[in-house]
């Protein structure tokens, strides 16, 4: 609405309305399903969405959790109790994302360990990760961001070099690629968010954790 050189003119950042609007009828006949089955929480539609997204992901585990965040705090705790990760352990996290990435690490009882972007891809650089390795340098949290994947391949021979997890961050990177790989199954472990203005939205919030890792 409005003229090209309309200062007031308003233009949204994102219509989810409209993108959501395409698969109205698909969405009306799932929440359908939901309501007349009275299963609310967990359940069947659950379960074939973990194992369909595990699928899509190439990965052997995905579970469905409340949203990206607590995704990530999950798998900080899921490492701490197999003995990997201990409180006041330190977590490579890059400055610029998303605040969230920062207080999974610090909800989880460690310490987010902050290192710059890189200049040409805004992606963790691993010469600034490099900078900063401390003896409690326990994990390092690629974090994929801008329709860019970081480097997966440099990063495990970064985190084998110094002894790191790798967990992806991957809130905004659904169905990214790197090499054959899809995000979720470049790491030991990734979070995802299903808020409804990530890449793959719900209606409502949400998230998931994928591995290969049964334990």
Known sequence: QGKINDLTMNIPLMNIKATNQAYR???????KEVLDSGWYILGEQLKNFEREFADYC????????????????LILEAYKVMGKLEDGDEVIVPVNSFVASALAVSGAGLRPRF??????????????????????????????LYGRVCDM??????????????IEDAAQAHGAKWQAGRTGSLGDAAGFSFYPAKNLGAIGDGGAVTTNNAE
């Open 58 to 73: 190439g990965v052997d585990h995905a579970i469905g959790v409340g949203n990206g965040l607590d995704a990530l705090v």
């Open 153 to 166: 391949d440099a990063m495990h021979v970064f985190a084998k070099q110094h002894g790191l997890l790798v």
């Open 115 to 144: 290192v710059d972007a890189d200049p040409e891809t805004y992606l963790l650089s691993l010469d600034a990760a490099a900078q900063q390795i401390t003896p409690l340098t326990k994990a390092i949290m690629p974090v994929h």
């Open 25 to 31: 009828d698909e969405i009306d006949a799932a929440i």
